[in-house]
């Protein structure tokens, strides 16, 4: 694979270098400085600030229990109540999911009342905090709860995440695991809860949500032995709670996740987390992070906006997340075991919002990684026969307009990335563009999808002239003529959409007559 060096043009941009007579660098000069996790998190940002790895399995992060748009990603800054933390996290959707795995410490007794809702259950013993008693970094997130001084911390490993809490003196050590705690739409409908003995809890919660069959299996080790356990369902079936009790005042759990089993989240945490070290882990964590940010480099005197490129930069790179197990396996998209062999499998392709920006920057600073970001949805097209429009755990959820899988493997195509089967690509971008969604089948018939039949019918064909395009160009590449000349001309039917009059893309009517009246504003065209 070629190696090379990152140049991005710009005022503030500069060579991203590393020789061998490169100074050494001073704790001051990281890039990690310049991350603040907490931008994004206000206002409609939908991030989270908690503890992730560099496109990780695990986002190890607090969830505020709210439910709202603003809270898609289970955290808002305006919030100020804790309702647990949680293994998997969505950054910067428009959709609410995940949540997973809540772990909430607590200091008093846990009592269950009888047909108490899961979510009141998690009111009566959810923390509250304030900003002031935060702090997150790359790789790290901490946060002391007003009502009951506890201490918790979190960081992160590729497949593992790690949690300390620090518990005052005179009240309980309890911790609570609520499997039922769901954000927006997700609902649990199984889930399993197991005390295998005093150090080790295993788990699995299965959820019908944005993802409609999500799968995660889950196995915790703790670095104090449990004292007691409890387990209830809280609010009806496959909403089960345990609350285990501990004996020490510090107590230290490491866990790790699956999509297919048990056994798997176990190899997947003891291959990555093998030690009990925080310090050392946290600082490998922020290590990983400087290895990804130093691929590009700015210059300026402005802290300010070093931090605003920066956390962008952090960003682009907590999703998409590792899918497959330590062994290859994971989940497939009907459910059955899959296994990727020779490369890892990834999730949370959000293709609409990253085929214009994202996916080009990491043909750029992630070639390996694009290799097997293709391989993963070729994946999904030899499971479906079609590539993905929005996967997420395993799951197509067909949001959004486009095809736009297509773009980002016709890209890697034509920059030359990969190792993967370009005819099978060709066949899976052929087959996807032919696939009659969204009106498609009226692109051949009248060149246009026409808006009395098909609502948002001008953004939905404008993206797929697009997409058209880069199957055209891959197929030139490929010395496929007739393909090529086929989708070139189909490409085209953007034009059919200029309104010359008002100077817009407008809708037509299946009559040819355009879309009226017409308010350039409306958000549906």
């Known amino acids: 694979m070629t190696k090379f060096t990152t140049i991005i043009s710009g005022a503030l941009l500069l060579l991203a270098s590393c020789t061998a007579n490169s100074p050494k660098q001073t704790q001051e000069d990281r890039l990690t ?21 560099p496109f990780g399995q695990i986002q190890l992060s607090p969830d505020n229990g709210t439910q709202g748009w603003d809270w898609c990603s289970g955290y808002h800054y305006s919030d100020s109540i804790l309702a647990g933390f949680s293994h998997l996290h969505l950054s910067g959707t428009g959709i609410g999911d995940l949540a997973d795995i809540s772990f909430l410490p607590v200091s008093s007794e846990v009592t269950f009342q009888e047909g108490e809702k899961n979510a009141d259950f998690v009111t009566r013993y959810s923390g509250k905090y304030s900003h002031d008693q935060e702090k997150a970094k790359a790789g790290y997130y901490a946060v002391t709860l007003k009502n009951s001084n506890i201490k918790a911390e979190f960081t992160v490993t590729e497949r593992a995440g790690l949690h300390r809490y620090s518990f005052p003196e005179g009240g309980e050590n309890n911790l609570i695991i609520n499997l039922g705690f769901a954000i927006n739409w997700d609902k649990p409908y199984q889930t399993s809860l197991n005390v295998v003995d005093s150090l080790l809890v295993t788990g699995s919660r299965l959820s019908n949500g944005w993802a409609k069959d999500q799968h995660v299996y889950f196995a915790a080790r703790f670095s104090t032995p449990i004292t007691k356990s409890i387990t209830e369902n809280v609010g009806g079936e496959g909403r089960t709670v345990g609350v285990l009790k501990f004996g020490q005042k510090q107590v230290m759990a490491k866990v790790g996740i699956s999509s297919v089993s048990i056994e798997n989240a176990l190899a997947n945490l003891d291959s990555s987390l093998p030690g009990w070290d925080f310090e050392a882990t946290a600082q490998a964590a922020s290590d990983a992070w400087e290895k990804e940010l130093s691929k590009i480099r700015i210059q300026s005197s402005d802290s300010a906006q070093k931090t605003i490129f920066y956390t962008s930069l952090y960003h682009t790179m907590v999703a998409p997340s590792l899918f497959s197990d330590l062994n290859g396996d994971f989940k497939g998209v009907n459910g059955d075991l899959q296994k990727a062999t020779g490369y890892n499998r990834y999730t949370v392709f959000s293709l609409w919002d990253t085929y214009r920006a994202l996916h080009p920057l990491f043909t750029l600073t992630q070639q390996a990684k694009v290799n097997d970001m293709v391989k993963s949805m070729l994946d999904h097209y030899k499971q479906t026969g079609l590539l993905p ?71 939905k064909a404008e993206e797929v002239c697009i997409d058209d395009w880069a199957v055209a160009a891959v197929a030139q590449k490929l010395g496929k003529t007739e393909d090529a000349a086929y989708f070139a001309k189909r490409a085209l039917n953007y034009r059919n959409y200029f309104d010359k009059e008002t100077g817009f893309m407008r809708g037509k009517l ?16």
């Open 33 to 53: 400085n310049f991350v603040d996790p907490f931008i994004g998190t206000a206002y409609h940002g939908h991030t989270y600030p908690g503890a992730a790895f």
């Open 389 to 459: 429009v929005w996967e997420l755990e395993g799951n197509e959820t067909w949001c959004m307009v486009g095809n736009h899988s297509i773009s980002v493997i016709a890209e890697a195509i034509l920059k030359g990335i990969g190792d993967f089967d370009q005819q099978l690509a060709f066949e899976a971008m052929k087959v996807t563009s032919m696939h009659d969604r969204d009106g498609m089948g009226y692109h051949d018939k009248l060149g246009y999808i026409p808006a009395d039949k098909i609502q948002q019918s001008v953004a």
């Open 510 to 525: 299946t009559n040819g007559q355009w879309t009226t009246p017409f308010d350039p504003a409306y958000s549906k065209h």
